[in-house]
Each structure stands twice: as C-alpha cells, then as structure tokens.
C-alpha cells in the first residue's frame, strides 16, 4: 500500500490550500481515510477522517468550519480542503487509512493505530 500526499506549500494567513492523497494497492472495501498533521515541537494530533464503514466523519476542533475531507474517490485520491488558514496550521500533514470497521476514532484518540501511512507533505502558514 502506498500513499502519497501532495498540495502543501508556503502560504500567508487566511489563504486557502488543498491537499491531494493517492492511494494505490489498497484492496479493502472498508476503510477509514485520514489527514494528520504534526505542528513542530508536538505530537502528530487528527485533523480530519472519513469512514466508509460506518458513514462517521471526524474533524478536530481546529479544523471544523474551516477544512473539509473528501473520501477518496474513484480516482482513489482524498482531498483535504483547508481554508482561513491561520499560523498554528502550520506543520507535516499525513494521509493515512486503515481497514478497520468504523476507525474514525483513531483520528481523535490513537492516530498511531492508523496502518498506513504517507510520508507527509509540509504546510507553512505565515502571519
């Protein structure tokens, strides 16, 4: 299974960008797709996951209103469409997915049970 994520860059304040994840050799029906992001100096923390399971998304607090995911699609891609961004956005961002029923909770509590993962992408937001 491969990811890889793609959309970051530098970017100033109240700017909008979107990330962009490929999945390929991911053969499970059920699965939970997600981006996660690790701001310097933190813990990789959830930002945004979707099940197809379960029909359960999940947004952290930081990102409702202002990001939105998109399952990922025939064209096996996720999208993560992030706008109003502020400085504190700033950090690696990850799309990983797991086949596990209903694993929209690893976004807010166990990102680390997520099973695959993509190498991250960086995303700079200047003030």
């Known amino acids: 299974v491969q990811l890889v994520e793609s959309g970051g860059g530098t970017i100033q304040a109240g700017g909008s960008l979107r990330l962009s994840c490929v999945v390929s050799?991911?053969?499970?029906?059920?699965?939970?797709i997600g981006w996660f992001r690790q701001a310097p100096g933190k813990e990789r923390e959830g930002v945004a996951c979707?099940?197809?399971?379960?029909?359960?998304?999940y947004y952290s607090d930081s990102a409702k209103g202002r990001f939105t995911i998109s399952n990922y699609n025939a064209n096996w891609t996720s999208y993560l469409q992030m706008t109003n961004l502020e400085p504190e956005d700033t950090g690696i961002y990850y799309c990983?997915?797991?086949?596990?029923?209903?694993?929209?909770?690893?976004?807010?509590?166990?990102?680390?049970?997520?099973?695959?993962w993509g190498k991250g992408i960086s995303v700079t937001v200047s003030s």
């Open positions: 050799g991911f053969t499970f029906d059920e699965y939970s």
């Open positions: 990983a997915v797991d086949p596990t029923y209903g694993a929209t909770w690893y976004c807010k509590m166990r990102y680390y049970k997520m099973e695959y």
């Open positions: 979707v099940s197809n399971s379960d029909d359960t998304i």
